[in-house]
């Protein structure tokens, strides 16, 4: 099988995350751009080389592309760049014309632009600095209003020139977002999903994909979805090409399961949603007696924690039962990383039955990983194909990134700022003895880990292995 994906950015989990888990599969051919053509925090991809890429491929079975990467340059510069609406439907027209004759299938994703409720710009236009809280408010309330039809008071006092400029810069994307629909409905994409990012109950955000929804309902645009979350959409959408013409069964297992209509942070729908909605955009069938695979989501008991706030910190109480039968975890009773007790009960156990784990970022996040490195182990031994020390390798890095590092390093790296990369090399002889105690789980003895922080900030961590 011939897969080229075109990544979100040059992000660890967008990148180096594809590479590690598909190496697990040895029948799968991948076929990605070069790490230096994608876009960074500050930098956008460089399109001529990207088009080249598509351009110098021999026909493949999927493509998986991320549409903001071929339209702005980018998921972060989806938000920054000031590119007119006509400069991008020439860019995105060029890509329609050329992938067409160089993929059987092509999923794609956009995102829905996101409005975060705080005033940090490491992600957004300069003026987000001072102006972010009060245009997430604003956004917030305005959609609640007309929702309710209730009056909630809300002095706007953002300058006119900075509210235009926002809201030029989301009418611009949305109507690349309806053209996109349109194409799906012309059958170009096999699969398209419009995400939403970071998103709570109300804002013009959540107004948009709701406008979008209605637009696939009365057109019946049946290969478009909205869905949340964004980065583990297009490990979702490899996952969803894999299980195409194939039944594979799924036993999602909630480790509290009186919660499971709570909402996680950063998201508008409840973890039962969550789970499955990502279940489904993967292709896969949920059986509880008879499953293939069985899920375990240790899901939070009264409100998700979240390991870079530290607000709430959750550890569970109990003793898990882990499946019998091959299983394999989303550890979502914290944003941002590991329970640290579940881990620990982990370690203590063989991996005969263990088919993967992730704790990154927001529980949508977490879900699409896991799914994706569970089913491709489980094709793969199917298809006599399994690569067992490529599927420890993506291990250790996963357990290294979500708990080791997220869950324990981080918090002093992060308060360390500006000198992230010197909180880091003081933090390595804890990573490492963290590490040794992975290593003894998987039963897995890397010559050599290296540890940078690619965007000079604390978030993602780069965790290579010789």
Not at 16 to 23: C, E, T, Y
Not at 101 to 128: C, D, G, Q, T, V
Not at 174 to 197: C, H, M, P
Not at 412 to 429: C, D, G, M, T, V
Request: charged share 25%; with cysteine; proline share 2%.
């Amino acid at each position: 099988m011939k897969i080229a994906v075109i990544p979100i950015d040059n992000r660890p989990i967008c990148y180096d995350l594809i590479q590690d888990v598909l190496a697990i599969d040895e029948k799968i051919q991948l076929f990605l751009p070069e790490l230096k053509d994608l876009g960074g925090l500050t930098t956008q991809s460089n399109l001529d080389r990207l088009f080249a890429f598509i351009g110098n491929l021999d026909e493949v079975d999927y493509l998986i592309v991320s549409l903001d990467t071929i339209a702005y340059g980018g998921l972060v510069s989806s938000r920054r760049c000031n590119d007119s609406f006509n400069e991008i439907k020439k860019r995105i027209e060029k890509f329609k014309d050329l992938a067409s004759k160089k993929a059987k299938k092509i999923l794609a994703f956009s995102s829905i632009m996101r409005i975060s409720n705080n005033n940090i710009n490491e992600e957004e236009k300069e003026y987000w600095a001072q102006w972010g809280k009060r245009i997430f408010d604003w956004s917030y309330y305005l959609h609640k209003t007309e929702i309710e039809k209730t009056y909630n008071c809300v002095h706007n006092i953002i300058p006119s020139e900075i509210l235009n400029d926002y809201l030029e810069t989301r009418k611009r994307n949305f109507e690349i977002n309806k053209i996109y629909l349109k194409w799906a409905r012309e059958g170009f994409f096999d699969t398209l999903i419009l995400s939403k990012d970071d998103c709570a109950e109300f804002g013009l955000n959540v107004k948009e994909a709701n406008e979008l929804d209605e637009i696939i309902k009365k057109e019946n645009i049946q290969n478009a979805k909205i869905k949340t979350g964004a980065d583990e959409i297009p490990l979702s959408l490899i996952s969803r090409a894999l299980s195409y013409n194939q039944e594979i069964k799924i036993n999602p297992i909630f480790v509290s399961e009186k919660s499971i209509d709570k909402i996680s942070k950063y998201e508008d729908i409840s973890i039962k949603n969550c789970v499955l909605a990502q279940i489904e955009l993967a292709g896969l069938k949920i059986d509880i007696g008879n499953p293939d695979l069985n899920m375990l989501i240790n899901n939070f008991e009264y409100e998700q924690g979240d390991l870079v706030l530290g607000d709430k910190i959750n550890e569970i109480s109990q003793k898990i039962n882990f499946p019998i039968n091959s299983y394999f975890i989303a550890d979502v009773n914290n944003a941002n990383g590991a329970d640290n007790n579940l881990i620990n009960q982990l370690l203590r156990r063989n991996i005969n039955s263990f088919y993967g784990y992730c704790g990154y970022n927001t529980s949508a996040n977490t879900i699409g990983c896991t799914i994706f490195c569970a089913i491709v182990k489980f094709l793969a031994e199917k298809n006599n194909s399994y690569n067992n020390e490529a599927f420890k390798k993506f291990q250790l890095i996963r357990l290294t990134d979500d708990w080791a590092y997220q869950a324990i390093s981080r918090k002093y790296i992060r308060e360390s700022a500006p000198n992230f990369k010197q909180a880091l090399f003081e933090k390595e002889n804890e990573l490492n003895n963290n590490v040794l105690k992975l290593c003894e789980f998987l039963g897995f003895y890397p010559n050599k880990m290296t540890y940078s922080l690619p965007w000079n900030r604390s978030f993602e961590i780069r965790i290579k292995i010789d």
